[in-house]
């Protein structure tokens, strides 16, 4: 009966989904109080909008962070760079424009 | 990290030290923003480049062992705002509060919903992401870099790009309906729903 009744509330639409939205993206963000983290980390056990929100935005920054492809700087320009870097103390003033 | 303070006066030893063990280690990251905020291999160098030769002839206002990487991102940033984009004549102005205050209607809100799954998610390939996120406008694309790539504070995010935070929380949580939004239309054309 008890476990029923908890489904019941796992299935029910989650009553303030915008609100939950905002918290859980501090959340992941680390950017939550600690009223905040509590709150989501009672809520999101019987919610299950809430869970798959949640589930689906780590999935999405987690696909960002891993699957882009990373540019590196080419090494000529890190060169470059030193060289001018350098060279300016060659000249009076400290311009390396 | 950036607050109006006297500026230091380093030695040209120190300067060298500051640019090479702190600022330099800084590169790719800062190439690879440049990068997917210009899509331009040639422009990113000219913006890499630039920020790097202010950072050196400002080294003076830089505090030694603090955040150097937002210090860093905050001039490109500038960079790019002022002269890059100035330089380059985009075609349309665009009025970014604007944006923000139609991104922020609720109309648009009950447009983006989420039926996205995590595996359509997890089934996605670095390009089909990579389509969807340079998809967004500059100022959105920025932040979801910014916070998820770099992993910027808020705050952090909020110095460099000279924005309240409030403003930051509000341009993510838009940025990110955007994106999920894009990323189920990917999701439909592989054929979950």
Known sequence: MARREKLKNVERPCPDHEKCIHVINLVIDGEANKDEESFFYTHIRDCLDCAQYYKLEQSIRAAIRKKLEVKEAPEELINELKKRVKESFLKPSDDVS | MMRKRTPQRYSPNEKVEIFELEFLPHIHSIYNFAYRITFDEDDAKDLVQETYLKSFRFIDSFDKGTNAKAWLFRILKNSFINEFRKKNKEPVKIDYQEVEAFYN???????????????????M????????????????????????????????MALILDVPIGTIRSRLHRARNLLREKLKKYAGSMGYK
């Open chain 2, 105 to 123: 209607s609720d109309e648009v809100n009950h447009m983006i919903t989420s039926n996205l799954q995590v595996e359509a998610v997890k089934e």
């Open chain 2, 125 to 156: 390939i670095g390009d089909e992401v990579s389509i969807a996120l340079n998809s967004l406008e500059v100022d959105f694309r920025t932040v979801i870099i910014l916070c998820d790539i770099e992993g910027f504070s808020y705050e952090e």
